[in-house]
């Protein structure tokens, strides 16, 4: 990686975690409306109301789906609730349509940043109103210093709900151990490379050795027969999963953020492969947009073109 990126992606990283920049920008009249033009490439709306059509719209053209509204370290109970509540309207929503897809969260966004018993009770309601309509929910991963009790909370729900799933960052050092306590619960497994800046102590840089990594836990999984989702854009790493058909088991599904390499994906689709795609709403977007900049430096023009001229929007209709 360039020196000029590295130092890009890092200050993107610092961004997303500065409280003041998220909340300048959410209550700036200027600023809101600016930056939404280029949030609104990987970010299906503003309300639910704009999630469900384009899901609906990807379930149609045989793509999975996982929706999640946006959010992330609530300190407010009110607004945990709230958060609840809102994730509680997704799940009936989706069940009154038959939609049997997947609903994403982080725990930090329904209390987690409050206290853990309030996450974890939050959570044991939608996991029960989820099993309800045959929804699966999948747990988000955070910041290395929240992994403990996300962790905790999730082994707690999944030995009760084998509807819940797991995000695991492959970058974590600790992800070798864990992967080795989680296999042994029912839920899904998500892997992603880790999109947080983390102490070196703690986490591997983007490299070689990483994609290794990442690759040596997908064949672990596969072995155990454990239902195990790739989140990845990496088209190294996709080929040479391809290679090693990993795509072709059954337990196995490749899973892209909304807005992210249309045309990789649906090449995966037309070749049979069981594909996904990660749909978001909300207002809280401020984070999520940092963390899609920082992924690929390069999408820093996109998001100027976006603000310019939104008509080149990528859209559903490009799947």
């Given at each position: 990686?360039?020196?000029?990126?590295e130092i890009?992606?890092?200050?993107?990283?610092?961004?997303?975690?500065?409280?003041?920049?998220k909340?300048?920008v959410?209550?700036?009249t200027?600023l809101?409306?600016?930056l939404w033009?280029?949030?609104?490439?990987y970010v299906?709306?503003?309300g639910?109301?704009?999630?469900?059509?384009i899901?609906?719209e990807f379930i149609?053209?045989d793509y999975?789906?996982?929706?999640e509204?946006?959010?992330?370290?609530?300190?407010?109970?009110?607004?945990?609730?709230?958060a609840?509540?809102?994730?509680?309207q997704?799940i009936?929503?989706?069940g009154?349509?038959?939609i049997r897809q997947?609903?994403?969260?982080d725990l930090s966004?329904?209390g987690l940043?409050v206290?853990?018993?309030?996450?974890?009770k939050h959570?044991?309601?939608?996991?029960?109103?989820?099993?309800q309509?045959?929804?699966?929910?999948?747990i988000?991963?955070?910041e290395s210093?929240?992994t403990?009790?996300i962790?905790?909370?999730?082994?707690?729900?999944a030995?009760?709900?084998?509807n819940?799933?797991?995000?695991?960052?492959v970058?974590?050092?600790?992800?070798?151990?864990d992967?080795?306590?989680?296999?042994?619960?029912?839920?899904?497994?998500?892997l992603?490379?880790?999109?947080f800046?983390e102490?070196?102590?703690l986490?591997m840089k983007?490299?070689?050795?990483?994609?290794?990594r990442?690759?040596?836990?997908?064949?672990q999984?596969?072995?155990?027969?454990?239902s195990?989702?790739i989140a990845t854009?990496?088209?190294?790493l996709?080929?040479e999963?391809?290679?090693?058909?990993?795509?072709?088991?059954?337990?196995?599904?490749i899973?892209?953020l909304y807005?992210?390499?249309?045309?990789l994906?649906?090449?995966?689709?037309?070749k049979?492969?069981?594909?996904?795609?990660?749909?978001?709403?909300g207002?809280?977007?401020?984070l999520?947009?940092c963390?899609r900049?920082a992924?690929?430096?390069?999408?820093l023009?996109l998001a100027?073109?976006d603000i310019?001229?939104?008509?080149?929007?990528?859209r559903?209709?490009?799947y």
């Open positions: 990686m360039k020196k000029t990126e890009v992606i890092q200050a993107l990283k610092s961004a997303a975690r500065n409280a003041q920049m909340q300048d959410q209550q700036s200027e809101y409306p600016l033009k280029a949030a609104k490439r299906t709306g503003e639910r109301k704009d999630a469900i059509p899901a609906r149609s053209k999975q789906i996982s929706l509204f946006i959010g992330e370290n609530t300190t407010a109970l009110v607004e945990c609730q709230k609840k509540d809102e994730y509680l997704l009936e929503g989706m009154a349509l038959e997947t609903v994403s969260l966004h329904i940043s206290n853990a018993e309030l996450a974890y959570l044991i309601e939608l996991a029960k109103k989820a099993y309509f045959r929804i699966t929910l999948m988000s991963m955070e210093s929240k403990s009790d962790l905790d909370i999730y082994k707690k729900i030995s009760q709900y084998s819940v799933g797991i995000t695991l960052q970058h974590l050092y600790r992800t070798e151990e992967i080795q306590q989680l296999i042994q619960y029912p839920g899904k497994i998500r992603v490379k880790g999109a800046q102490p070196i102590d986490a983007r490299s070689e050795a990483l994609n290794e990442y690759l040596h836990y997908v064949e999984l596969i072995d155990a027969k454990h195990i989702s854009h990496d088209e190294v996709i080929q999963m391809e290679q090693r058909q990993y795509f072709n088991q059954p337990n196995v599904e899973e892209m807005g992210i390499q249309p045309d994906i649906r090449q995966l689709k037309e049979g492969y069981r594909c996904k795609i990660y749909l978001t709403y207002t809280d977007w401020y999520y947009l963390h900049l992924e690929y430096p390069e999408n023009y100027v073109a310019i001229n939104p008509a080149m929007l990528t559903s209709e490009n």
